[in-house]
Structures are given as C-alpha cells and as structure tokens.
C-alpha cells in the first residue's frame, strides 16, 4: 500500500472515530490549533519537532501526516534529512527504521506534487 493510500485510509478511520467521540475529537483539535497558531516557533519548526517525535515514538501514521503536513509548510528535503538524523540520535535503531518510513513518505508525496 503507498503512504498516500496509508494516509487516506487512516483519515477514513479518524473521520469514524470524530463521529463516536465528536467532544474528545474536539478538544484535541482546538488544542491542535492552539498550539500551531501560538509562540515564538513557526509552523514548519514546529512540524519538524512533531516529526521527530513521531519517529522516535514510532507513530507510522502520526509520521505521514506530520511529512505531509511539513510539505505544506515548506519544509525541504534537505531539512527533514537533519531531522531525520537528529532522531535516529535520540531513538536508536528503531529510530533508523521509522526515518526510512519518513524519507519513504515524502519521497513518494513529492513525486505526486
């Protein structure tokens, strides 16, 4: 399956669980909001600090949205690869493999553009 099936899959799954849990779904997504749109750090730094989070928390799907969504803020290649080695440094070897997902997504979403 590709990261962009992946990641229309996982949005069908979100879309069912908003509807069974509408106020918790909520609550998140104002925190969401507040957390992008408030502070000293702009989008993309903190989209690569979520990134790096994923993938050393070994989150598959929280790594494809937050690529996609570091895409959308202008992030480069080249700077997903400095974050990408900055959290195989913190997660070790799983961290090496949830990096390649990473790299994976966003060169096949950047094939698509």
């Known amino acids: 399956m590709s990261y ?3 990641i229309g899959e996982m949005r069908n799954e979100l879309r069912v669980m908003y509807k069974t849990i509408p106020d918790a779904t909520a609550g998140f997504g104002v925190l969401s ?6 502070g000293p750090l702009d989008v993309k730094t903190k989209e690569f600090i979520a990134l790096g989070m994923a993938v ?7 790594i494809m ?4 969504a570091l ?9 997903l690869g400095d ?3 900055m959290a195989i440094q ?3 070897g799983p961290g090496v493999m949830y990096a390649g997902h990473a790299l994976a997504c966003w060169d096949e979403l950047a094939g698509e553009a």
């Open 4 to 6: 962009k099936e992946k």
């Open 33 to 38: 909001k507040a957390v992008k749109e408030n």
């Open 56 to 62: 050393v928390l070994r989150c598959e799907p929280c």
């Open 65 to 68: 949205f937050h690529v996609e």
């Open 71 to 79: 895409m959308k803020a202008g992030g480069t290649r080249e700077e």
């Open 83 to 85: 974050v990408l080695a």
């Open 90 to 92: 913190m997660g070790g």
